[in-house]
Every structure is written in C-alpha cells, then in structure tokens.
C-alpha cells in the first residue's frame, strides 16, 4: 500500500493541490487523505474512483503495486491448497476453476517480472 500513498502525495503535489483541496473534491475529510498518504488507511472503491478522475490516473495504475502482491501470494498458496471432501461433479469444476486461477496467476507473474 505504500506505493499508492507515495502515488497519491506525488500526483497531489504535481497537481499543486493541498490535502484540504483533495479532501473538498472528494468530499471526504482532510484527515482521511492524510491517512491514505500515510498508509494508515485503506482506500475504498470511491477513493479509487475519485482520485482516479481527480489526477487523471486508472485504478489498475494505483494499485499495481499491490495488484501484483497478491497476485504473487495466491500463487503461492494455490499449491498447498487443501483438499476438500466434494461431490465429484464438484471437484472437476474446483479443479478446473483451480487451474485457469493458475494460469491467471503466472500470467500476471510473467507481465510483471518483464
């Protein structure tokens, strides 16, 4: 989350704007855009959203950073994921859903190790 608070005070003090002008715009308070700054908040969708149209920036370019961190730990944990007891009509579809999740996961692990 950190780069998103570093992204945030950046693009804000590129636009020349205050935490006050920011929080007017978005119509939260001040406070709540010094802790998403700080990394001491977490940003909902309207954030997101809101800086997002404020800075001229996509949601998928805010949080690459942490788009790619989970990314990374779900592939981790895919291979010692648990074996449930399931009906076998179940199991297949698990097991298919499974595998496109691993095929997702490398994916976005190959764009981002480019």
């Given at each position: 989350m950190q780069d998103f608070?570093?992204?945030?005070?950046?693009?804000?003090?590129?636009?020349?704007?205050?935490?006050?002008d920011c929080a007017h715009l978005l119509g939260v308070s001040q406070s709540h855009i010094s802790r998403l700054e700080l990394g001491r908040a977490v940003p909902s969708v309207s954030d997101l959203c809101g800086i997002g149209v404020l800075f001229g920036r996509t949601m998928?370019?805010?949080?690459?950073?942490?788009?790619?961190?989970?990314?990374?730990?779900?592939?981790?944990?895919?291979?010692?994921?648990?074996?449930?007891?399931?009906?076998?009509?179940?199991?297949?579809?698990?097991?298919?859903?499974?595998?496109?999740?691993?095929?997702?996961?490398?994916r976005i692990a190959r764009y981002y190790d480019r």
């Open positions: 608070s570093q992204c945030l005070v950046d693009s804000r003090r590129k636009a020349g704007l205050n935490q006050e998928e370019g805010m949080v690459e950073p942490l788009f790619r961190d989970r990314a990374a730990t779900i592939r981790e944990r895919l291979f010692d994921l648990p074996e449930p007891r399931l009906k076998w009509l179940t199991r297949f579809a698990r097991h298919n859903a499974l595998r496109t999740l691993e095929a997702r996961v490398e």
